[in-house]
Structure formats: structure tokens, C-alpha cells
């Protein structure tokens, strides 16, 4: 995710929060559209085509304001490649985990990850974990064992532990983003990422390979597509409002995975699984409106 420039503003524009709803939309469909490759083609390479097909309007969002060549010998390449490394993580696991559980479930897990800076930032950034934000994570991870359901509702561990692996580097990568040059700008930051994701990737193709069909290929094409946009609509979004005010409205994209995922494959959410979710956006909200900064789904 491109690092967030935030304005601090007493009322949340209605331009912010319809660019943040559409982004939240992309994510989800994002989400559906992998999962219904991932049941079929090795997580590796989901990840690089969603990366390949990104850099189109990666590069093209680039090409707007200073010259690219005078911004990229400008970036911090040794904290964008540690971030966009995590971040790459954090894609390829959760790609990797979507077909063992229900949609909307690997999504919240996912979002725990706002919940993991809390536990991490004191031990990597040296800051002091306030007594409120401890609780908010303890009442979210407990919403991460409601939807992990350790009763064995679950056929398979896999799922959570990749899952939750995701939302571990999504974390690290939300801290590297505080570690980052505030003069690299955002469209830079979506291309590097981008480009170290497909190399890395596209390296991977030799571990892990299936020919994809015409369809296949053309839903890989629109999921790299779509994740772009999102990432970019939710930058806009964030440079005109706060964080904190936007972050209930990043959830929706939970409403959205579990509307796809019932249409497309009859998922629905379980009692339990319902109250963990709520734990955890809840939860996640709170500490995003007390001034930490929420970020998107990991795509």
C-alpha cells in the first residue's frame, strides 16, 4: 500500500468517503476474483500476474508530475524494497490461504493486521504502547479465534496460519511505510512495488507453474487491474480526509466479500464466525479513530 499523506479535517468530505467506498468495492471484488483462481492455479502465480498485469496503470499514474526518472534516483530504495518485500508477502499468503476458508473470513482475519502494528510498533519503532490500544488488540485477537473457531470447525490449520501470516507481513509492512522517505511520493511507491513483485515472482514460476486458460488469464488481468485502482482510489481518498474518520468505512469491504462469496459459491457466515468479525472491526476501528493509520486490504 502507497504511504498515506493525511490532512486532519473536522468533517469527512463526501468526495473522501465515496473514493474510499469504491477502493473498498475493488478490494473485494479483487478478493472474489482471486479466490476463484486460487482454487486452481498456485498462489506464486496468482501473485505475479496480479503484479504484472498492476504495471499498466502503475506506470501510467506515474507519468503524471515530475519526471519518473528524477523521483525514482530521489526514493529510499532500501526501505521501499524492505516494504514492498512484506507487502509482497503478505499478497502471496493471503492468495495462498483463500481457498481453505470462506471469503469474508480470510478477509477479517486479514484485517488483524492493524491490530498486530499495535503489538509490533513498540519492539521495531520504539513506541510506547498505550494501555487502550493493548486492550483493543486483545479483544480483537480474541475475534481472530472466533472466526479460527479452534474447535475444529475448520478442517485444516493451513488456512488461518496462512492467513494470519499475511496479516503479520501486511504489519510489517504498515511499519515500514513509517520508515519511509515522507518525500516519496505515492505513485512511485506503487510501481516499485510492483516491479520487485513481478521479478520476485516471476522467479518463483520456476518452483510453481500452470499453463492458464484464455479465462483464467483474462480474470488475473482484471484482478491486477482492479488492485491498482483500489490502491490508487484509496490514496485520493486519504489525502483529503483523515484516517481515522475514513477507517469504519474501510470495512465495507467485508460486506462486499461475503455478498460475493455467497452469489459465487454459497458461503455463508456462521454465529460465531459473525461475532469474531465484529471483534475485530471493531476493534480495529477503535484504535484506527484513536489516531493510528488504517490502511487497506493487502492485495
Known amino acids: 500500500m502507497p504511504p498515506i499523506a493525511v490532512v486532519r479535517t473536522t468533517a469527512v468530505p463526501p468526495r473522501s468517503i465515496a473514493l474510499i467506498l469504491v477502493s ?5 471484488l479483487v478478493d472474489a476474483l482471486a479466490k476463484s483462481v486460487a482454487l486452481a492455479y498456485p498462489a506464486n502465480e496468482v501473485t ?9 496503470p502503475a506506470v501510467a499514474v506515474c507519468l503524471r508530475g515530475k519526471p519518473l ?8 530504495v532500501r526501505g521501499q524494497t524492505l516494504r514492498a518485500l512484506t507487502l509482497l508477502g503478505a499478497s502471496g499468503l493471503f492468495f495462498a490461504g483463500l481457498p481453505y476458508m470462506p471469503l469474508s473470513e480470510a ?15 513498540p519492539l521495531l519503532l520504539k513506541e510506547k504502547l498505550k494501555p487502550r490500544d493493548a486492550i483493543a488488540a486483545a479483544v480483537g485477537f480474541i475475534g481472530v479465534l472466533f472466526v479460527v473457531r479452534p474447535d475444529g470447525a475448520h478442517s485444516s490449520w493451513l488456512g488461518p496460519v496462512l492467513l494470519m501470516s ?33 521479478l520476485v515472482t516471476g522467479a518463483s514460476l520456476l518452483l510453481a507453474w500452470r499453463t492458464p486458460s484464455l479465462e483464467a488469464l483474462a480474470t488475473m488481468a482484471l484482478l491486477g487491474a482492479f488492485a491498482t485502482a483500489g490502491q490508487l482510489l484509496m490514496t485520493m481518498a486519504f489525502r483529503e480526509a483523515d484516517a481515522g474518520a475514513l477507517a469504519p468505512y474501510n470495512y465495507t469491504s467485508i460486506v462486499w466479500a461475503a455478498l460475493f462469496a455467497y452469489v459465487v459459491w454459497g458461503e455463508t457466515i456462521g454465529a460465531m464466525a ?7 472491526v471493531g476493534s480495529s476501528i477503535a484504535v484506527a479513530m484513536r489516531g493510528k493509520q488504517a490502511e487497506g486490504p493487502l492485495v
Open 48 to 56: 505475479f500476474f496480479r503484479m504484472l498485469f498492476g504495471l499498466v
Open 166 to 198: 499475511s496479516a503479520f507481513f501486511g504489519a510489517l509492512s504498515i511499519i515500514q511505510i513509517k520508515r519511509i522517505r515522507a518525500t516519496d511520493d505515492s505513485g512511485t511507491t506503487v510501481l516499485y512495488f510492483t516491479v520487485i513483485g513481478t
Open 69 to 76: 526518472g528524477e523521483r525514482l534516483r530521489q526514493m529510499d
Open 274 to 280: 459473525l461475532v469474531g468479525i465484529a471483534l475485530i
Open 24 to 28: 473498498m468495492f475493488c478490494f473485494a
Open 107 to 121: 478477509v477479517a482475519i486479514v484485517y488483524s493486521e492493524t491490530l498486530l502494528v499495535i503489538v509490533l510498533a
